[in-house]
């Protein structure tokens, strides 16, 4: 898998020379540009085979480039403000979604807007 994985990167123009691509490389920038994309985890988990949320969460950090575009963006804009929505709900005949039931269960979504 290995060998396959360099000869790939090297027919796609990768610099092979300086950074080691590997399965492993490839599938941890899978998981960050999708996550960054905006796509969730549980689309994440589905989309690279990972078994659950713990196991991406690792992947999931912000890259250092990506954390200074943020810093960057709150600096030039004094008002950008941080928006948070939090909403519950209890149900004990929670309605059926897709072919999914949730019961009792806890969602929690934090959504960060940058303006």
Known sequence: MG???NDSAKRAGLNTTDKKITNHSSRAT??????KSGVGE???IKI???SNANSIK??????????EQILKKMRQDPTSTVEMNSATSTSYN???TNNNVYNNCTFNCTNLYLN
């Open 3 to 5: 060998k396959w994985m």
């Open 30 to 35: 899978a998981v960050s540009t999708l996550a």
């Open 42 to 44: 549980q689309q994440i």
């Open 48 to 50: 690279t085979g990972h």
């Open 58 to 67: 690792p992947y999931l950090q912000l890259d250092k480039e990506h954390h």
């Open 94 to 96: 929670a309605p059926k």
